[in-house]
């Protein structure tokens, strides 16, 4: 079974840090994806990567940036952390092709990060 | 992508069918229909997906119908794991996924 991983599940930061959340899969895929999800908001996607070192803003890239260096690793980064940025971060993978999974995504278990 | 109305939320009973309907009548010709479910405290689960024939798996049925303006994700014996926010979703294959309000299903004993 393809396996996203995230780092840690919860987190406290305090304002004004700069915070890491990592997050690995171990299946190859190409496309990599940060969504932060708000009660009723949805899901928001706040960047993407289709590809070692290339990256595209989603809906919401205000106050984030991301790095991918390998294929496996996808890391999203709060420059400066506000009492906005509180919220559940969830990183999927995805392949492309047709011998991947239908297409579809596949979630980590989330980081629920708490800016105080 | 082709915006999806679906109910807030629905019960069902333990070990009786669940058809959730979604309402999705802007469908494009080259667009899929997904449904992805969120159990409390995980990230979102892929089910299933399908273009215009009806698909099944493991986990659900899908029913599309013949104009593809609506469908059905069909959990055929529900059980209380199966509590969810069940997402549909409609996208052309290479876009990014984009998650609604989703409905609400409780699977009651």
């Known amino acids: 079974d393809v396996k996203v991983t995230q780092s840690s599940r919860y987190l406290v930061k305090r304002t004004g840090e700069k915070v890491f959340l990592e997050c690995v899969q171990d299946?190859?895929?190409?496309?990599m994806f940060w969504y932060r999800q708000d009660p009723g908001l949805g899901l928001r996607l706040i960047y993407f990567?289709?590809?070692?070192?290339?990256?595209e803003k989603g809906d919401i890239p205000e106050g984030y940036s991301v790095s991918r260096e390998k294929k496996e690793r996808f890391s999203l980064i709060l420059e400066s952390a506000s009492t906005n940025q509180t919220s559940m971060y969830l990183c999927?993978?995805?392949?492309?092709?047709?011998?991947?999974?239908?297409?579809?995504?596949?979630f980590g278990s989330g980081t629920r990060l708490t800016v105080v | 992508d082709a915006k999806t109305t679906q109910p807030p939320s629905m019960d069902c009973a333990e070990g009786r069918a669940a058809n959730l309907p979604c309402n999705h009548s802007?469908?494009?010709?080259?667009?899929?229909v997904y449904w992805y479910r969120q159990i409390h405290s995980q990230g979102p689960q892929y089910i299933i997906h399908g273009l215009k024939n009806n698909e099944t798996n493991e986990m659900a049925s899908l029913i599309i119908t013949e104009d593809r303006k609506s469908s059905t994700l069909i959990l055929p014996h529900a059980t209380l794991r199966d509590t969810a926010v069940y997402y549909c979703i409609v996208k052309a294959a290479g876009n990014k996924l984009t998650f609604g309000g989703g409905t609400r299903v409780l699977v009651k004993p």
């Open positions: 990567s289709y590809d070692v070192k290339m990256k």
């Open positions: 999927a993978s995805r392949g492309t092709g047709r011998f991947h999974f239908n297409y579809g995504y596949t």
């Open positions: 802007t469908i494009s010709g080259n667009e899929y």
């Open positions: 299946m190859d895929h190409e496309n």
